[in-house]
């Protein structure tokens, strides 16, 4: 439902389905749009007993026609303890990356590779640390993204 030129509420359900621990269901409301300079933003609110707040803002910055680099930064908030998940009240996560894509055939398909980094803070940090887990990864990404 558009709010605005550049911007749409949107409205609907999260399914999370984490190894080896409890499912979770959300109501999802938000807005995603354009925001000046182009910037593609998404900022949800997951509403349950366990609810969560996430944003995420990504940049497409043409290298040359064909040749982009996508930039992208997220921020995941849990707002009430999760212990079973690992999650922890006011302990974010954040994960920063870059994707480098070629897009073939009038943008329809486009091949990338990328890396991503990700790290969580606060009680989420302490929860990870109390399982022997790390804080923080990083991921080598590669796909294709297709648009019809």
Known sequence: MPIST???GVAGVRFDTPDDNKNRT?????VHGL????????????ISDKPAFRVEAEYEALITNYLILTP???????????????????????????RLSYDLIDRSAAP?????????FG????????EDEEGDAI??????????
Do not use: C
Request: glycine residues 10%; negative net charge.
């Open 123 to 130: 009680r989420t940090a302490d929860l990870k640390e109390q």
């Open 35 to 46: 925001a000046p300079q182009w910037f593609e933003i998404d900022a949800d609110l997951f």
């Open 112 to 120: 990338y590779i990328g890396v991503h980094y990700e790290r969580v």
């Open 72 to 98: 992208s930064i997220e921020f995941d908030l849990p707002l009430n303890d999760d212990t079973v998940n690992g999650v922890g009240r006011w302990g974010p996560k954040l994960e920063v990356g870059a």
């Open 6 to 8: 550049f911007f749409d």
């Open 139 to 148: 991921y080598f990404v590669s796909g294709v993204r297709l648009m019809f």
């Open 26 to 30: 959300y109501g999802a409301v938000g």
